[in-house]
């Protein structure tokens, strides 16, 4: 009984423990409420993600009514796997994110905090499971809403503005998610993704499929923060809490990125969308400019948190160049990075949350020394820099290693240069940091800084290691990634 | 044949109307205006998608063979519904903003936060 209805109850649990959380009140109920929905939620992921590669789709009607009537959820490799790095990444920023809450939220408005992010943690897990894009559309606002909600609680009144910013600017990406599904529907008739894919090869050259293909693209692009519609992420990474800083920049971007690939690829017939509109050309431009551009910015920036931040705007332009590379080690990177990155901007915007708990501050400046008082945060730190510049035995060597590969097979050798520059103007932007930390003198201080607590350390170590594991046990995310890029680049031929 | 399609002309004039206030104006009210012109324009071009020629509300009657199709309606249920939760969401925000900043004009804010 329980088994049959995982898909559902992978989606439903934290909806329902997000206003139980409300009722509680209690900060520590609240708390081990939501830690305990998250664990819960990944031994679902995990059971179908399993079942998902063994067995093969797992196809779910909502209610028992049968698509495409019915709502369905539609569990594969690909996003199988998103769900798995969802759940992992909500399992371990709940228990990492109780000492930082109560220190940049406050006890009193802690509770609001586990609800909102709860509710989040709903509408990605939503937009992941979904086989129906008019659903995936409510999902994405669901997510969207309580990210405007967890931005503004940052300490700093610029993290109003930057949830202002960033609501109107997801507002209007939404909404052209939402005129291109009813283009969509208006050629169909129907909202299940897979019908659409039957239903559009037939009609595939009609304007009203191509407006309605672009409308989703640029929507998606929007929320996926793609250079140069990214200008809503710096802001809201650099003043959102620690804790929520964390949770959207391993998840939010990543599940947009998914949805896009559920559109290319599933939806749309792959050989038409890339070949006579081009979209790959476009894809692969906007993303190395993205990643040339976002890594230089990246370098001047006297606010760590706001550097990192542009470097996330930089990794999702290798995201999508593996999308634009369209051949299989190239998707396989793409897909791989997907995860890969999550691992290191975690233990990244961790280790910066343990600084700020301790030091009040991330600037570069005040970092000064900082390696040295708190080695163990300063070292996940490193771990994670390692992983996001690529060096082998980490995670970020593989999926860039497959995007290169990707780069290669097509003999873009352009590409491929960039993709080695982007490498380099990480180093860059990850040793100031270093540089900083280790080889300059700290400041004099009353008070000597103290190493992190343990409650934040073991998380962020949790996922430093984990960034050093998938660098050197490849079977679980390259095996997953290219079987999930197998299955979108064989649903199109 | 261009008459006839009227109210999709209604829809892009709303749409773009809406989308110029929310880019032109600095004013934050007025841009929570613009983008709710601007979905609201959404809502109408899949309200007039649902609706069929000569046909009638879609409840069973003697007398009637053609229905209009109700499914976009209930769909812009939905939307209607994400788009008060974001009106009230960004109403609340620029009452923070302007508890904050003792402005509600992009400009001045702007001018007290050099970075943004």
Redesign the interface.
């Known amino acids: 009984m329980i088994a049959a209805n995982l898909p559902a109850l992978q989606v439903v649990l934290p909806l329902i423990a997000a206003p139980l959380c409300l009722l509680l009140r209690r900060e520590w109920a609240a708390w081990t409420l939501a830690t305990a929905v998250s664990w819960m939620c990944l031994a679902i992921a995990v059971l179908l993600l399993d079942q998902a590669l063994h067995v093969g789709p797992i196809r779910y009607f909502m209610g028992g009514w049968a698509p495409p009537w019915g709502i369905e959820y539609r569990i594969d490799a690909l996003n199988g796997f998103v769900l798995l790095l969802l759940c992992a990444i909500a399992a371990v920023t709940l228990p990492y994110a109780r000492r930082s809450v109560l220190e940049e939220i406050g006890r009193e408005r802690a509770y609001l905090f586990y609800t909102v992010l709860l509710l989040c943690f709903t509408g990605l897990l939503g937009i992941t499971a979904t086989g129906d894009a008019f659903n995936l559309f409510v999902f994405l606002e669901i997510s969207s809403l309580s990210s405007y909600i967890l931005i503004s609680m940052g300490r700093d009144r610029r993290a109003l503005t930057a949830s202002y910013q960033y609501l109107i600017m997801g507002t209007i990406g939404g909404t052209f998610v939402l005129i291109g599904v009813g283009y969509l529907y208006a050629a169909t008739g129907t909202l299940n993704m897979l019908d659409l894919a039957d239903r559009l090869a037939a009609i595939s050259d009609s304007r009203t499929v191509r407006t309605g293909y672009a409308f989703i693209l640029v929507g998606l692009s929007l929320k996926l923060a793609l250079f140069p519609l990214h200008l809503w992420l710096p802001n809201a990474y650099t003043y959102a809490p620690s804790a929520v800083t964390v949770f959207l920049a391993a998840t939010s971007t990543k599940v947009a990125v998914y949805a896009m690939l559920r559109f290319a690829f599933t939806v749309f017939d792959v050989s038409h969308a890339f070949g006579d509109i081009g979209l790959s050309r476009i894809l692969l431009l906007l993303a190395a400019a993205g990643i040339v551009f976002a890594s230089i910015t990246a370098i001047v920036q006297s606010d760590v948190k706001r550097s990192f931040a542009y470097s996330s705007v930089a990794q999702v332009g290798y995201m999508i160049l593996g999308i634009g590379l369209l051949n299989l080690p190239g998707l396989t990177g793409g897909i791989a990075h997907l995860f890969n990155h999550a691992l290191a901007k975690g233990a990244i915007f961790m280790a910066l949350g343990c600084i700020a708990l301790r030091l009040r501050s991330v600037q570069l400046q005040d970092m000064a020394g900082i390696g040295w008082q708190m080695p163990w945060t300063m070292g996940a730190l490193v771990i994670g820099g390692l992983s996001l510049i690529g060096v082998p035995l980490t995670a970020g060597f593989i999926s860039k290693w497959y995007l290169l590969l990707g780069a290669l097979e097509q003999e873009q050798w352009l590409l491929a240069l960039l993709i080695l520059g982007g490498s380099l103007l990480a180093v860059i932007y990850v040793w100031r940091v270093i540089e900083a930390a280790y080889l300059q003198p700290a400041p004099a201080r009353q008070a000597p800084v103290q190493e992190a607590p343990l409650g934040m350390l073991v998380p962020t170590w949790l996922l430093a290691l984990a960034n050093l594991y998938f660098g050197v046990h490849t079977e679980v995310t390259v095996g997953v990634a290219s079987q999930a890029a197998r299955l979108l680049l064989g649903a199109a031929s | 044949m261009a008459l006839g399609l009227y109210s999709y002309w209604v829809v892009i004039v709303l749409m773009m109307a809406g989308?110029y206030i929310?880019i032109a104006s600095s004013n934050?009210i007025k841009?929570i205006a613009g983008?709710n012109i601007?979905?609201g324009s959404?809502f109408i071009?899949?309200i007039s998608?649902g609706k069929v020629e000569d046909g009638t509300a879609p409840i069973l009657a003697s007398g009637y063979e053609s229905y209009s199709n109700p499914l976009?309606h209930v769909?812009i249920l939905?939307?209607i519904v994400?788009g008060v939760?974001?009106t009230a969401?960004?109403v609340a925000?620029?009452a923070?903003?302007h508890d904050?900043?003792g402005t509600i004009e992009e400009d001045d804010?702007h001018g007290q936060?050099e970075?943004?």
């Open positions: 989308f929310v934050l841009k983008l601007f979905q959404v071009f899949y998608l976009p769909l939905t939307a994400v939760a974001t969401l960004a925000l620029v923070r903003i904050a900043y804010i936060d970075s943004l």
